[in-house]
């Protein structure tokens, strides 16, 4: 989490979650009246052992016993049914909050631009919508019922008590105050070691997945003893730290423990001597005896859970920071009313797309940059052009086709759409009119069959062997044990990166794009595959818009304009003959691609 001071919320952040909390109150209200209920079970059960000590043990007789055993198995079947739907009740709010939550956080993502995602990372995201949002439904449910169940029974004790005997009542409730300013004490300082050891074995974590996933790193630079040492000083540090915990831990039991015990202390002392002076029954004293052993404990819940529950404000605050975060790029309410938003579009209202795209006095730079990387930019690509962004690695080539995509906006001048400003229709509408084939490649678990829907989820049999055909991944695909249904792994991880890649290609290009971005897409695979690749882009980008992003040069002197880009601006346009001609950087980064691949070819 970034360190920018959050405002804190008050009563946990119960008023800010209350349109999440608000479904389920019936069952909530429902839950609380059950713990009190239990609540007041488990404080009479004392009174049962005085009337049996009074009327069975003191008077020796066992009439009225049969009643009594009746009436006392009553009360504990009444309890252990309580006991069962509570439990019930709780599970059932906790697993609808953790789903509504992580169902808003995870949808609200989806609207955010890339720009969140390149100032967050994957972890941080992670614990917003898994961690945080957990927490939350276990303070929505068990740590309220917690603070009921503990807050109710003590009420109960402390009134039954003074109904018993109120002098005798004082020397057990003098004592609650001091417990309760124990636990306070030592729940502070646990809260502090505790959060130490999360953030070790956070630290620990990540060497560990560093240890295994750098394996091969390692082991060709031959630091295992380096990693080894580290991950030992992290390790020795967690152990010193839990240990310190536990120490804290066992002081603040045995504090509690001595509180439950002076309790007894006094209740024997004036307890004894007042049964002895006749002033009350040996069953009013077991019960208060029952109650002192047992006051304590509530009191130590009570504190802890409302630590609990602050600590958990944090992870309100930092939910509520997700949910609320505006896009940097969104649709206007007029726009969302017409055609929809991501997750209810009216298609009804979508126009077809044609493919003419311009930038109109584009000036743009990064929301968290500095510079500008367009400044009063102008182009114009009409339908069925192709444009090929070239440059160094880190150059800035994704800049132009992520404000074609509305991945940013500009922070000022327009992108036209057939003539058309895109912030003027959805962004769902444009994203479902664009085939994009990244140079990494992603494919989702699941089968080749799954991957490929992606692109058109009403694709019929035909049409995926077409798009698999148009792209040279056919006779991949056949090959495979199952086929269509074989499945490919977490991330594509049972094929080749050429094989993942034809696959992504085939999945841009089946839903029929009429606007085409290649970003890349040759620059991880085989010779081979790469001119499988190169085959089919001739083939799918005629009478489409095309964006290629080139790696090799080689592959783009056919392109209707290049644009070349260099430090995040662009400094040349135009064809492949036109920048030979007038040997600029176009020209000196042309030959020297060229005289290292007749180099590396001479070498093989």
């Not at 792209?471 to 080749?496: C, F, P």
């Amino acid at each position: 989490m970034k360190n920018e001071q959050l405002k804190k919320l008050p009563f946990f952040g119960i008023p800010k979650l209350y349109p999440f909390i608000k479904p389920y109150l019936p069952k909530i209200v429902f839950m609380v009246s059950l713990g009190v209920l239990s609540s007041l079970i488990d404080s009479i059960y004392p009174i049962f052992n005085r009337y049996a000590l009074d009327n069975f043990v003191g008077k020796k007789t066992l009439e009225g016993l049969g009643s009594f055993v009746v009436f006392y198995l009553v009360i504990l079947v009444l309890q252990v049914i309580d006991n069962y739907i509570s439990t019930y009740v709780c599970g059932q709010v906790e697993m609808s909050m953790d789903r509504d939550l992580r169902n808003a956080s995870f949808n609200h993502l989806q609207e955010l631009s890339f720009a969140y995602f390149n100032q967050n990372n994957v972890g941080y995201i992670h614990a917003r919508v898994m961690s945080d949002t957990g927490k939350i439904g276990v303070m929505v449910s068990w740590r309220m019922m917690d603070i009921i169940w503990n807050g109710s029974y003590i009420v109960c004790v402390l009134i039954m008590m003074i109904f018993l005997n109120v002098k005798l009542a004082l020397y057990v409730i003098i004592l609650v105050p001091v417990a309760a300013l124990f636990s306070m004490y030592f729940q502070k300082k646990l809260i502090v070691f505790n959060r130490k050891i999360r953030e070790i074995n956070s630290t620990i974590t990540s060497n560990f997945n560093e240890g295994i996933t750098g394996a091969k790193a390692i082991k060709t630079l031959v630091v295992e003893d380096k990693i080894q040492n580290d991950f030992e000083k992290d390790t020795g540090n967690m152990y010193r730290t839990s240990v310190h915990t536990a120490h804290f831990s066992a002081l603040f039991t045995s504090s509690i423990t001595l509180m439950s015990s002076l309790a007894l202390s006094l209740v024997l002392w004036r307890g004894g001597i007042a049964t002895m002076e006749g002033v009350i029954q040996i069953g009013t004293l077991s019960v208060f005896l029952s109650y002192a052993l047992g006051l304590m404990e509530p009191v130590q819940n009570v504190i802890v859970t409302i630590s609990e529950l602050i600590s958990v404000q944090v992870n309100v605050e930092r939910f509520f920071k997700l949910i609320e975060t505006e896009s940097d790029v969104s649709d206007r309410p007029d726009v969302i009313e017409k055609y929809g938003d991501t997750f209810n579009p009216k298609k009804e209202n979508w126009e077809d797309l044609y493919g003419d795209v311009e930038f109109e006095d584009v000036t743009f730079k990064y929301p968290d940059g500095d510079e500008y990387v367009l400044e009063h930019f102008n182009l114009k690509v009409p339908q069925g052009t192709n444009v090929a962004i070239v440059g160094e690695t880190g150059a800035g080539k994704s800049t132009l086709v992520n404000l074609v995509c509305r991945f940013f906006k500009p922070t000022s001048g327009r992108v036209l759409i057939d003539g058309k400003d895109a912030a003027d229709r959805s962004q769902l509408w444009l994203h479902s009119n664009i085939g994009y084939v990244l140079q990494t490649p992603h494919l989702f678990s699941g089968t080749v069959r799954d991957n490929l829907k992606y692109g058109k989820p009403d694709a019929t049999e035909d049409e995926i062997w077409e798009a698999l055909r148009l792209v040279s991944a056919e006779t991949i695909v056949k090959r495979m044990e199952k086929g269509l249904d074989s499945d490919v792994g977490e991330d594509g991880g049972m094929l080749s990166t050429g094989e993942k890649q034809l696959l992504s290609f085939a999945r841009a290009i089946l839903s029929d794009p009429k606007i085409l971005i290649l970003d890349e897409a040759t620059a991880s695979i085989d010779t081979v595959t790469e001119k499988a690749i190169q085959d089919a882009i001739v083939t799918v980008t005629k009478g489409r818009t095309s964006f290629v992003i080139a790696h090799r040069l080689s592959t783009i002197v056919d392109a209707d304009i290049i644009l070349v880009v260099q430090d995040g601006k662009i400094i040349e346009r135009g064809t492949h003959k036109e920048l030979m001609r007038i040997k600029g950087f176009y020209h000196e980064l042309f030959t020297r691609q060229f005289a290292d691949e007749a180099f590396n070819q001479t070498a093989g």
